[in-house]
Nanobody
Framework: QVQLVESGGGLVQPGGSLRLSCAAS????????MGWYRQPPGKQRELVAA???????NYADSVKGRFTISRDNAKNTVYLQMNSLKPEDTAVYYCNARIRVRVGVFEGYWGQGTQVTVSS
């Protein structure tokens, strides 16, 4: 069994920063792509940023230049550094990972979500 555990959410003022972390544990052979998604109140879940095992990244247009995704493969952990936060960044943020659980078998996993609220 594999678990993704997120941390780092909270309440921050506009213009502030937060750093989210997501650690994968359990029966892991290797991890391919990892990413962060978010679901604002009353809206659908959307991709925020993703990173491949080799370190290539892509971002939603709305966060380019403000958010940075990174990963520590030795710790099976992905991070999201969020700067210059805006009220419209308020959402539940979810970690996602595509994990090889045994030879030839890849499965997708989600974290439980962490609330980020940007408000004065």
């Amino acid at each position: 069994q594999v678990q993704l555990v997120e941390s780092g959410g909270g309440l921050v003022q506009p213009g502030g920063s937060l750093r989210l972390s997501c650690a994968a544990s359990g029966s892991i052979f290797s991890i391919n792509d990892m990413g962060w998604y978010r679901q604002p109140p009353g809206k659908q879940r959307e991709l925020v940023a993703a990173i491949t095992s080799g370190g290539s990244t892509n971002y939603a247009d709305s966060v380019k230049g403000r958010f940075t995704i990174s990963r520590d493969n030795a710790k099976n952990t992905v991070y999201l550094q969020m700067n210059s936060l805006k009220p419209e960044d308020t959402a539940v943020y979810y970690c996602n990972a595509r994990i090889r659980v045994r030879v030839g078998v890849f499965e997708g996993y989600w974290g439980q979500g962490t609330q980020v609220t940007v408000s004065s």
